[in-house]
């Protein structure tokens, strides 16, 4: 997932500087995100692989729910790519999935940084990361 990210973010253009840094599982990258902003990141991309099991599921959840705690504690982004294990059947769906979720995560980190203005044009029209996108609601007339 790292590499997808980092290739995609160097295809959007440059002005940024890459400092990774790995934990051993899901629960532990509130704190991986909070020490890359320690050492002065502005933006982090959490990424991560959540099993099949129901508790893999509830790992999922408490980890959403630090890198949310460090968002919100510190005014700063955090995206976090999951991807979970049951989505697809097959390794090679599973595979493509990795790809594509964490690209377009890391084009909306880039924007976010870079391109304010693309995330504002995106907004409302049902983009979904990974998958085809909902598209905008379309109100009757």
Do not use: W
């Not at 400092?19 to 051993?24: A, E, H, L, S, W």
């Not at 991309?45 to 890198?67: I, S």
């Amino acid at each position: 997932m790292a590499s997808a990210a980092i290739d995609e973010l160097r295809k959007q253009g440059g002005g940024f500087v890459i400092d990774r840094y790995t934990v051993p599982g899901i629960k532990d990258l509130a704190a991986g995100a909070r020490i890359l902003f320690d050492r002065g990141s502005d933006l982090v991309l959490a990424l991560g692989m959540v099993g099949r099991q129901p508790v893999d599921k509830d790992c999922a959840l408490a980890a959403d729910f630090g890198l949310q705690s460090v968002q919100a504690e510190l005014g700063k982004h955090i995206l976090g790519v999951m991807v979970h294990e049951e989505e697809t059947s097959t390794e090679a769906e599973l595979a493509a999935l990795f790809d594509r979720r964490t690209r377009e995560h890391a084009v909306n980190a880039y924007d976010l940084l870079f391109r304010p203005e693309a995330i504002r044009a995106r907004a409302g029209t049902g983009q979904r990361e990974g998958y085809a996108d909902a598209g905008p609601i379309k109100v009757a007339r």
